[in-house]
Structure formats: structure tokens, C-alpha cells
């Protein structure tokens, strides 16, 4: 047998017959709500703090 060629017979038959019960309900898990996260650092001092860590990478 060649470089990527296959055998037929090498194959499985899967059983793909799967009950309702098995399933996974998706909205089994859903959430409701909302989340607020405030930093209280403007966007220069984030920038700047970010320049920093760069400048302490190098």
C-alpha cells in the first residue's frame, strides 16, 4: 500500500444511533445577568503602564 492510500477494510463501522437522552441541552447551562468592571485607570495611564512593561521586556 502506497503513501496515503487506504485499506476499505480498515475502516469501523460506527454506531451513530444516539437516544435523546444522551444529548447534551444546550440551554441547560444558559446564564442571565450582566457584569460591569470598572478599572478606574484612564486609557493614557494603561498605555503608559503598558509602554513600561514593554521597556522592562527588552
Do not use: C, P, T, W
Not at 463501522?13 to 441547560?28: I, L, N, Q, R
Request: aromatic residues 6%.
Amino acid at each position: 500500500m502506497g503513501f496515503g492510500s487506504y485499506d476499505e477494510s480498515e475502516q469501523q463501522e460506527v454506531d451513530a444511533d444516539f437516544d435523546d437522552d444522551d444529548a447534551v441541552k444546550s440551554g441547560a447551562n444558559s446564564h442571565d445577568g450582566s457584569i460591569e468592571f470598572e478599572n478606574g485607570a484612564s486609557s493614557d495611564e494603561l498605555l503608559d503602564r503598558l509602554k513600561e512593561i514593554k521597556d522592562d521586556d527588552g
